[in-house]
């Protein structure tokens, strides 16, 4: 008869799924981050950071644990739970620097007027873009990561929605969108900073032919001017 062994229970792991849901609610939270306005520099650390602690720090646990008492051999590393933490952390890093945020363009119901261009946050300051992509018809990014409202004009949103409170102009969003890319992709433009609209920087701009777009895009029919914001700083100044 064998003698009686006591096993010491090993702490229950959470399965595939529980961990993916986990992950899931970690990317929701950062993403949610960015969509308040967080600079994505800061929102790609913080979700890092999850997968990083969560998976990293045990396993090095585990081999510090299994160095110290000669079991090196039998530790077995979870390859596929790495795999799936990667896979997210790749996807959620890519959707958090640029994936569209409908989000920060609309009207919080808590909050019915938020200031979109802060007059108190305007200065002269000039500075150069190279357009390294468009956004929609009034929002581009440039080479240096830099996000640009357009000052004092409204496009329709990607979806072909216009925001609460928002002008609303009778053209499409694509069309909008087209429009911007013949005056601005991959040129250099000369702004002028007005102010800011959550994590972006609103400007007059002119592009390297000396058209100013914010009044180039107005005229094209595809934007209209917002009234409010042009009368703090006009549009259109040379006629």
């Given at each position: 008869m064998?003698?009686?062994?006591?096993?010491?229970?090993?702490?229950?792991?959470?399965n595939?799924?529980?961990?993916t849901l986990?992950?899931?609610c970690?990317?929701?939270?950062?993403?949610?981050?960015?969509?308040?306005?967080?600079p994505?520099?800061?929102?790609a650390?913080?979700f890092?950071?999850g997968?990083?602690?969560g998976?990293?720090?045990p396993v090095?646990l585990r081999?510090?644990?299994?160095g110290?008492s000669h079991q090196?051999?039998?530790v077995?590393v979870?390859?596929?739970?790495?795999a799936?933490?990667?896979?997210?952390a790749?996807?959620?890093f890519?959707?958090?620097?640029?994936?569209?945020?409908?989000?920060?363009?609309?009207?919080?119901?808590?909050n019915?007027?938020?200031v979109?261009?802060s007059?108190?946050?305007a200065?002269?300051?000039?500075f150069s873009?190279r357009?390294a992509?468009?956004?929609?018809g009034?929002t581009?990014?440039c080479?240096?990561?830099?996000?640009?409202r357009?000052h004092?004009?409204?496009a329709?949103?990607?979806?072909e929605t216009?925001?609460?409170?928002?002008?609303?102009?009778?053209?499409s969003?694509e069309?909008?969108?087209?429009?911007?890319v013949?005056?601005?992709q991959?040129?250099t433009l000369d702004?002028?900073?007005t102010g800011?609209?959550?994590?972006?920087?609103?400007?007059i701009?002119?592009n390297d032919d000396g058209?100013?777009i914010n009044c180039?895009?107005?005229?094209?029919g595809?934007?209209?001017?917002w009234?409010?914001?042009?009368?703090e700083?006009?549009i259109c100044?040379r006629?």
């Open positions: 064998r003698p009686y062994r006591h096993r010491r229970s090993r702490p229950r792991r959470l595939h799924t529980a961990r986990l992950l899931l970690w990317l929701a939270v950062t993403l949610g981050l960015a969509k308040l306005g967080f994505a520099e800061w929102v650390v913080i890092l950071l997968p990083i602690v998976v990293a720090g090095l081999w510090m644990i299994a110290s090196r051999g039998g077995r979870d390859w596929s739970f790495i799936i933490v990667a896979s997210v790749i996807v959620g890519c959707a958090v620097l640029w994936w569209p945020w409908p989000f920060s363009e609309s009207v919080s119901a808590t019915p007027e938020p979109l261009f007059a108190s946050a200065t002269t300051a000039s873009c357009v992509s468009v956004h929609d009034d581009l990014r080479a240096d990561g830099t996000r640009i357009l004092a004009i409204a329709r949103e990607i979806d216009c925001s609460e409170g928002h002008p609303c102009p009778a053209a969003a069309a909008a969108r087209l429009e911007l013949k005056l601005a991959n040129r702004c002028r900073r800011r609209s959550y994590n972006r920087v609103t400007a701009c002119d058209v100013e180039a895009m107005v005229r094209t595809t934007t209209v001017i009234d409010r914001f042009h009368q700083h006009p100044a006629g």
